[in-house]
């Protein structure tokens, strides 16, 4: 049989000092400074899955030949990466989308001439204007439970924030100079 991968040795390490550790060793450290560890070891996980599972499978190199045949223009690609990341911010956490989707839609953008900082820039106000919108952004259940309110409140009183980063996001989305060029 094969050699483990790396990815196989670390999701092994992982699972062994979640499954054999110790509350001491977390109280001695501390629980943030403990859980801030974990969540490193965790993305730097997500990083070799992605690299070993979707690069070798060729997932972006697909993706990109893929958009190529079936979008003509840098706008339409764009119009269609804001309705992509609006869907993925409702579904996923900031975390997760960065592991997974940002590997796959870096080298398609980049096909478009889309700047890093800008792609950054769009990425994060489609993923927080997906935790606010509804009927599945995450932010929405955690401020009514937070604050003991119906879900139908919480997500009126978001609708004019909401609103408001939409509204930035199109101006941003479309005025690359925003976030390219330093003032």
Known sequence: SDPPSETQRRAGKLRSEL???RIDEILATGLHA?????????N????????????AAGVPAKLVH??????DSRWAFLLALNGLLLLTGMVMDIFSAILIVVPLIAPVAHEYDVSPYH?????????EI?????????????SSFK????????TIATLPFMFTVMAALLVVTYVPSLTVVPP
């Open 130 to 142: 997906g935790y606010l919108h509804p009927p599945i952004g995450l932010n929405l259940f955690i």
């Open 119 to 127: 792609l950054g820039v769009i990425f994060l106000l489609n993923l």
């Open 34 to 42: 403990y859980l801030t560890q974990f969540l490193d070891r965790v």
């Open 19 to 21: 499954q054999y550790g």
């Open 147 to 154: 604050f003991r309110k119906p879900l139908l409140e919480v």
């Open 66 to 71: 893929w958009t190529r045949d079936h979008i």
């Open 44 to 55: 730097d996980l997500g990083s070799y899955i992605s690299r070993d599972f979707l690069v």
